[in-house]
Nanobody, 124 residues
Framework: QVQLVESGGGLVQPGGSLRLSCRVF????????LGWFRQAPGKEREFVVF????????HYADSVKGRFTISRDNTKNTVYLQMNSLKPEDTAVYYC?????????????????WGRGTQVTVSS
């Protein structure tokens, strides 16, 4: 059984920063790749960023490239999403997800375990 718990969401002004955390409860955390997805009201869930099992490979959606940074600490079973230069269009519920397959994964179906999400609101 794998459980993911996100934290760190909140209300921030445009241009501000937030850091999301996702604690993963799994016996073999380091064997999973991890991703962040987000879903805005009335929209489909979309891919944000991927990180490989050892953190050596990352892949970002174009909409967040240069502003968001993913990292993972395999000693703490935690993945982080540093979000800078936030925009109102970044407002969404952010979900952490985990999977175990080869290659870079950007589709929701490639992730087997999901957290419940954390709300990020960017507004003045």
């Amino acid at each position: 059984q794998v459980q993911l718990v996100e934290s760190g969401g909140g209300l921030v002004q445009p241009g501000g920063s937030l850091r999301l955390s996702c604690r993963v409860f799994a016996r073999t955390f380091s064997s999973y790749y991890l991703g962040w997805f987000r879903q805005a009201p009335g929209k489909e869930r979309e891919f944000v960023v991927f990180v490989s099992w050892n953190g050596g490979t990352t892949h970002y959606a174009d909409s967040v490239k240069g502003r968001f940074t993913i990292s993972r600490d395999n000693t703490k079973n935690t993945v982080y999403l540093q979000m800078n230069s936030l925009k109102p269009e970044d407002t969404a519920v952010y979900y952490c997800a985990a999977g175990r397959r080869d290659g870079i994964r950007v589709m929701s179906d490639d992730y087997d375990y999901w957290g419940r999400g954390t709300q990020v609101t960017v507004s003045s």
